[in-house]
């Protein structure tokens, strides 16, 4: 497998930074820590990591449960030797099946050992019971990691004040609270990373500072190749479906690199489907998908999709561990 910073982040940030040029970066001493990203489903999460880092590490629908694992995004300010990491959680739900266990895992595992916890809102909207699911997680955690609570899509919000004190009161004590647009403004999520870099401890990086994600290329383009998926399906079936890619090949010169996936569906009704007929909603996911791989990798790609029943994957832990999700 392929660092994924080979592709993706061939310029970390350096904002003019020469450890020649100033005797202060290079004594500043190194910090580092984990900033855990949490919310219900659906209210930004992922869009908010993405904005923090400026490269797309993760995968974002306009469906519930769309991340499935604890996705790393890394940030290195390199002149101040300062490196967050963040780690994007899926939104906490209830549901029975074995995948759902471990999402759930990955929200609890996410926590621990982590300076700072921010705690996603969707403004738009007062709380709910999934929210309140959320203010209990965070009541039974180490009270003293410090928890801000990020008041999301402000854009689209018409009482952003009034919600963001009822989102306040609901039982976690809050450090900090923004209001912000992960989505359409940019320089207050920038403003939010500032503060968070502000709060790192001492310790050596735990990520190559050229690094932007812990994943590898093959699990990042299956994870767009599924967001894809789960924009252009509806009903069960965006759930239902996984992605692996199972071949990597580079193409040399102009050739186009080669993508090969496999789109996993539960039963056979559902592969009849997301092949559509004669073909016509796989090539539009593929298309989808191809399009924006071609955008991050700058060259040209053949994406080579086959839909395959992998029956009731989702209770299968076999399954499960060959989509890299637990041990
Ligand atoms: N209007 C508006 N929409 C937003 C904003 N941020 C995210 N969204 C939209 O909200 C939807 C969900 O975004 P995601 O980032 O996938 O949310 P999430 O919390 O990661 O969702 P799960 O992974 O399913 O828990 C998408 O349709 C986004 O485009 C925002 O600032 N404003
Ligand atoms: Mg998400």
């Given at each position: 497998m392929t660092d994924f910073a080979d592709d993706l982040n061939p310029d970390p940030p350096t904002d003019g930074a020469d450890a020649s040029d100033a005797g202060e970066s290079t004594e500043a001493p190194v910090?580092?820590?984990?900033?855990?990203?949490?919310?219900?489903?659906n209210v930004g999460k992922s869009t908010l990591l993405n904005t923090l880092l400026g490269v797309k590490v993760a995968p974002i629908s306009a469906k519930p449960q769309t991340t499935r694992r604890g996705v790393r995004g890394i940030w290195t300010d390199v002149p101040t030797r300062r490196q967050l990491v963040f780690v994007d959680t899926p939104g906490l739900h209830k549901g029975r099946t074995a995948l759902d266990d471990f999402m759930t895992r990955e929200i609890r595992g996410a926590v621990t050992d982590v300076e700072v916890?921010?705690?996603?809102?969707?403004?738009?909207?007062?709380p709910g019971d999934e929210d309140r699911e959320v203010a209990r997680l965070l009541m039974g955690l180490d009270p003293d990691t410090p928890i801000f609570l990020i008041g999301n899509k402000l854009d689209a919000a018409k009482y952003p004040e009034e919600a963001l004190d009822l989102y306040g009161s609901l039982g976690p004590e809050i450090v900090r609270s923004y209001l912000l647009s992960a989505q359409t403004d940019p320089e207050a999520v920038y403003d939010l990373r500032d503060d968070l870099l502000d709060m790192l401890p001492e310790a050596p990086y735990f990520f190559p500072d050229t690094l932007r994600s812990d994943q590898t290329r093959e699990q990042w383009a299956a994870e767009l190749i599924r967001e894809s998926a789960m924009t252009h399906l509806y009903q069960e079936i965006p759930y239902a479906v996984a992605v692996k890619v199972n071949d990597w090949i580079d193409g040399e010169g102009d050739r186009p690199t080669v993508v090969q996936a496999d789109v996993w569906v539960e039963k056979q009704q559902h592969r009849r489907i997301v092949i559509g007929q004669g073909g016509r909603m796989i090539r539009e996911?593929?298309?989808?998908?191809?399009?924006?791989?071609?955008?991050f990798l700058d060259r040209k790609i053949f994406l080579d999709l086959e839909v395959v029943v992998r029956r009731d994957w989702r209770m299968d832990q076999e399954a499960l561990r060959e989509l890299g999700f637990g041990g």
């Open positions: 910090r580092a820590g984990f900033v855990a990203i949490l919310g219900k489903p916890i921010l705690w996603v809102v969707d403004l738009r909207r007062p996911i593929g298309r989808t998908a191809r399009k924006q791989l071609e955008i």
